[in-house]
């Protein structure tokens, strides 16, 4: 069984940083594209960054261009998001994807997701 496992989140000030994990069972994602993904209530699952299978290419939204970095150890079938900087609307719930076709951009592109971990505003 394919698993996804987001970790990492909790509560952080505005201007801290925070570094999520999402650990992957089931099968090697070495080959994959991976993405972090957030969607707060009622809003649609926002693109937040993507790496491609070896690392050597990242892709981040606008939003979080120079305070999150994605990266990944194929090693141990990992992928990481640092955030720092935080912002008040950088906290809701965060996701990681797996195995995407098409636009990396698209949250639906991806073949597998994980449940979640949340980030909270500790204000």
């Known amino acids: 069984q394919v698993q996804l496992v987001e970790s990492g989140g909790g509560l952080v000030q505005a201007g801290g940083s925070l570094t999520l994990s999402c650990a992957a069972s089931?099968?090697?994602?070495?080959?994959?594209?991976m993405g972090w993904f957030r969607q707060a209530p009622g809003k649609e699952r926002e693109f937040v960054a993507a790496?491609?299978?070896?690392?050597?290419?990242?892709y981040y939204a606008d939003s979080v261009k120079g305070r999150f970095t994605i990266s990944r150890d194929n090693a141990k079938n990992m992928v990481y998001l640092q955030m720092n900087g935080l912002k008040t609307e950088d906290t809701t719930d965060y996701y990681c994807?797996?195995?995407?076709?098409?636009?990396?951009?698209?949250?639906?592109?991806?073949?597998?997701w994980g449940q979640g971990t949340q980030v909270t505003d500790s204000s």
């Open positions: 994807e797996g195995e995407v076709y098409g636009s990396r951009r698209i949250a639906s592109n991806y073949k597998y």
């Open positions: 790496i491609s299978w070896n690392g050597g290419n990242t």
């Open positions: 089931g099968r090697t994602f070495s080959s994959s594209a």
